[in-house]
């Protein structure tokens, strides 16, 4: 588990292709290794890796061509920058929201607006995932925790401080691009709840 407060911005030192698979070789730049064993997870733009080898300041971790095809690690190359979070301690602050690091699909920014210092963003999510997402609401945008201000029919908004701004890789991130998006676990526990009660306890 993890809480979306993200701890350092990474960057992909290399991609190795192992048959439909892959390995990320990943520099966590900043994020204290020291504590992490083989095996152990580590939340790479929101996707939940276990680490399997480590080189200094860097992690290799292997993905799987699901994993691949479902969320924007498939389009990576060496450079890009990543959000990295350490899996979440019992004894750690839960500053975010309670995440999985398994992401439910793929979003899109569709514009970024100044608002002071601030900026607010638009996202673009698939029509199955905009059920779960409510104003005040939490949602997990490349593995960064984020409060729902805006719904309509296929978006929805957030507002970012420049701190979120300068500590994640939304500071490079525009328009067009593609994201992560985890739903609250909250949600759809409540969906499967309620169905279950319309159902007469019938999944």
């Known amino acids: 588990m993890f809480t979306g407060i993200i701890q350092a911005v990474g960057r992909i030192a290399s991609r190795e292709t192992h048959g439909s698979d892959a390995r990320l070789v990943i520099d966590a730049t900043t994020l204290d290794l020291g504590d992490v064993a083989i095996g152990d997870s580590i939340a790479v733009a929101g996707v939940c890796l276990t680490a399997v080898a480590f080189d200094g300041a860097r992690f290799l971790a292997d993905v799987s ?108 991130r525009k328009a067009g691009d593609a994201v992560n998006l985890e739903v609250d676990l909250v949600a759809r526990y409540v969906e499967r709840l309620f169905g279950d009660r319309a159902t007469g306890g019938q999944p």
């Open 65 to 172: 061509a699901e994993t691949l095809a479902r969320t924007t690690l498939g389009a990576l190359s060496a450079g890009d920058p990543v959000n990295l979070e350490k899996s979440l301690r019992l004894a750690d602050r839960l500053g975010g929201h309670l995440v999985s690091g398994h992401v439910d699909g793929m979003g899109r920014v569709v514009r970024v607006d100044d608002d002071g210092a601030s900026q607010r963003w638009t996202f673009r999510a698939p029509a199955e995932l905009m059920r779960y997402v409510a104003v005040k609401g939490s949602i997990c945008v490349d593995g960064t925790s984020l409060t729902v201000n805006t719904v309509d029919a296929d978006t929805f908004g957030v507002t970012l401080i420049p701190h979120t701004l300068g500590q994640t890789t939304f500071g490079t």
